[in-house]
């Protein structure tokens, strides 16, 4: 998902403090360099202390601060930063951060990492300028899948998916997926036992339904202000530098899942959210149930423009359900307070539309990859 804002792409999650609604804008050198800081201790300190170290230490590296400032403030995010520099490295770039990153390299990471900018500076300065972080984050199908199957076993009718901010479309292909859900020594799978792609989530509390097989999905379509082209190698490549360097399992799980879309294309709208939604709303077959989701996508639409989608959604005749991955606070609906220093998702369905009363449901609590989940029992559904 793209952050390009009146669209429908989003990283995922960059940090509550820089996601709820907005994006920060940075006014003076000391706030951009205290920004970093505050965002590397809340977003990267436990998952990718290399960036962390980075952030921490930017103050240190003028010519680095001077490079980030001159771009506007959309563009002076930390994760596109950094998935800029990756980018270069994944493409072949010889430089010493290449061994800081896979661990053959002692040498502190940020001196380093501000030499592969600043010795690299027009093709950075390119990147930033014209490319936003996207973040296609095939773990979350993990949640998504448990998401269709509850509008499945709920509606009794094959589903007709609405996937808000989809990128390059890799979590469409969810039922080409395996997905084994662990609780202590117990496993639970659905999907093909000979699938491509075989995801994990630990499932810490609660007992959800899971059948053997996914929801049947009669009808499904992205909607992306700027959808990736899985089949273009240098997007493909986009896609793997908006992922962290110390994490093989993500870059690996990516990569499986881009070959199975480049296999199996799913069709996406090239549109904004409102206009994509009311597209996909109008096509989506009668005797279908209606889902839309997001996974961290909903915090980087602006209030008018959330306000706008659930208004079609609303007026549409037809019983729907949204289902979100979402930070605490973000899907106002969920009536949750904000916690902008907490990463963990809330898990949630709202049922709208159809002539029925609007019903809120907060289903659980997961990490915002997929790496685990929390599903409350249904006594408190």
């Known amino acids: 998902m793209n952050t390009r804002f009146g669209g429908v792409s989003g990283t995922g999650p960059p940090s509550q403090s820089a996601s709820i609604g907005y994006l920060r804008v940075v006014p003076d050198f000391g706030d951009l360099i205290d920004f970093y800081r505050s965002y590397g201790a809340s977003s990267f300190a436990d998952d990718e202390p290399a960036y962390a170290e980075v952030c921490e230490n930017l103050g240190d590296h003028p010519e680095l601060v001077e490079l980030i400032a001159g771009h506007d403030p959309d563009a002076q995010q930390p994760n596109l930063l950094f998935a800029a520099v990756h980018y270069l490295l994944l493409g072949g770039l010889d430089h010493p951060l290449r061994h800081v990153y896979d661990g053959t390299s002692s040498l502190p990471v940020a001196p380093v990492f501000a030499d592969a900018v600043l010795t690299n500076r027009s093709a950075i300065d390119e990147l930033m300028q014209n490319e936003r972080t996207q973040t296609n984050e095939v773990g979350r199908s993990a949640v998504v899948a448990l998401m269709l199957n509850d509008a499945y076993q709920r509606s009794q009718e094959p589903l007709s998916w609405i996937d808000l901010g989809a990128s390059g479309g890799l979590n469409l292909n969810i039922d080409r997926f395996r997905i084994e859900y662990t609780t202590g020594e117990r496993s639970i799978a659905t999907g093909p036992a000979n699938a491509a792609l075989t995801l994990r989530c630990e499932l810490r509390n609660g007992a959800p339904t899971i059948p053997s097989t996914h929801a049947d999905i009669a009808w499904r379509v992205g909607v992306d202000r700027s959808p990736v082209q899985v089949a273009d190698p240098s997007q493909a490549r986009w896609l793997q530098a908006c992922l962290w360097p110390s994490q093989p399992e ?44 997001t996974t961290w996508v909903w915090c980087y639409l602006p209030e008018a423009t959330q306000k706008a ?5 609303r007026e549409s005749g037809r019983r729907v359900r949204w289902y979100s991955l979402e930070g605490r606070g973000v899907v106002a609906e969920l009536g949750q307070p904000i916690e902008r220093e907490v990463i963990d998702s809330l898990v949630g369905r709202v049922e709208m539309g159809g002539g029925m009363p609007e019903v809120s449901t907060v289903l659980g609590l997961s990490h915002p990859h997929g790496a685990w989940l929390d599903w409350y029992a249904p006594e408190t559904l």
Do not use: S
């Open 250 to 293: 993500r870059h690996a799980r990516m990569a499986a899942a881009i070959t199975i879309a480049q296999a199996h294309p799913q069709r996406i709208i090239g549109a904004d959210a409102v206009d994509g939604v009311a597209q996909a709303l109008a096509e989506a077959p009668a005797d279908t149930a209606l889902v839309i989701t």
């Open 309 to 313: 989608v659930l208004k079609l959604v």
